[in-house]
């Protein structure tokens, strides 16, 4: 049934007149009874009763208004989020991040962006960065946060973030400035879990590499907020991003390491052929907006000079 034969019986189930409906809906009124003529012979029975100067529903007539009431308000809802949605004001977004992203950057994103655009769905991924890349590829997410440098010829990436390894070391751990993290080299190292993210683990590894040790790990983890818990319970140290300062866990101290190996990039990035869709066109602008809000308040911890 087309959408025109519903406004039709609406429109006479309004009026009740023939005259008047046809006027509503900017056709003749011989049209009008025509296509309600039709109607009715598909239908399989008459959905009116003419009299003189008006007409009467019979009861398929009250109950096909009925619902072609309800069938034109969900067409013109759906028409208007379709329209919102052509513009990337409504839609479902696909957002994988990391480790240090979900601390850094992205719940500021995240809070603008609902703010901004309620009807927009966001699904979030914690993923890894070869992960991201792959799903980018293939379309399982739109947009990703990944660490830099990335590899794909289908990517647009922008960096956003420039992130650091520090030091967590707890009340009692040992720490003189002028050696910096040589200084806990005998100390038990708590560490993010390769399984959950072999980039960061192979990172920190090889941050005491250039440092002359080798950590002895006696604990992984696959949250921050677990590694930092133990850190400040006093069982050991650990190389956390420098935004993982924000949680202000008690006990924890953090230190900022001089080393160039410790620093490293987060980009966002997402499918060249998803540049010209809307809505990856507007986080991607409230990515950038973020960025700029975050990095005039990011905390700094005290460096392993002082």
């Known amino acids: 049934m087309d959408l025109v034969d519903l406004e039709a019986v609406v429109a006479l189930a309004e009026t009740l007149h023939f005259g008047r409906a046809a006027d509503r809906l900017h056709v003749s009124q011989p049209a009008l009874s025509k296509r309600m003529r039709k109607l009715e012979d598909r239908i399989g029975g008459p959905l009116l009763v003419r009299r003189y100067r008006d007409v009467r529903l019979t009861e398929a007539g009250r109950l096909l208004a009925e619902r072609g009431r309800q069938l034109l308000r ?39 962006f609902r703010r901004s655009h309620p009807d927009v769905q966001l699904q979030l991924r914690d993923m890894s960065t070869p992960d991201q890349v792959e799903g980018l590829a293939s379309g399982e997410i739109d947009i990703g946060f990944v660490r830099l440098p990335v590899a794909g010829d289908r990517l647009v990436v922008r960096p956003v973030l420039d992130e650091r390894l520090v030091l967590a070391i707890g009340p009692r751990s040992p720490w003189k400035a002028r ?107 409230m990515v950038r907006a973020a960025r700029l809000a975050v990095g005039k308040r990011r905390f700094s911890p005290r460096r392993d000079s002082e």
Do not use: K
């Not at 013109?76 to 919102?84: D, V």
């Not at 513009?87 to 994103?109: C, H, K, Q, T, Y």
């Not at 230190?255 to 620093?263: F, V």
């Open 179 to 285: 050696i910096g993290l040589r200084s806990v080299a005998a100390e038990p190292f708590i560490i993010i879990a390769r399984s959950r993210s072999a980039s960061f683990y192979d990172h920190a590894l090889s941050v005491c590499a250039a440092t002359g040790f080798a950590p002895r790990i006696v604990q992984e983890a696959n949250e921050l907020f677990t590694v930092l818990s133990l850190v400040g319970a006093g069982l050991g140290v650990s190389l956390v991003p420098r935004s993982a300062a924000l949680m202000q866990l008690p006990g924890v101290r953090f230190r900022e390491l001089t080393l160039p190996e410790a620093a490293w990039d987060i980009g966002v990035a997402w499918h060249r052929d998803a540049g010209t869709v809307p809505l990856v066109q507007r986080f991607v602008e």
């Open 74 to 112: 969900e067409s013109e809802a759906t028409l208007a989020l379709s329209q919102r949605a052509a513009r990337g004001e409504a839609g479902r977004l696909r957002i994988g991040f990391g480790i240090a992203s979900i601390l850094g950057l992205l719940p500021e994103v995240l809070l603008r």
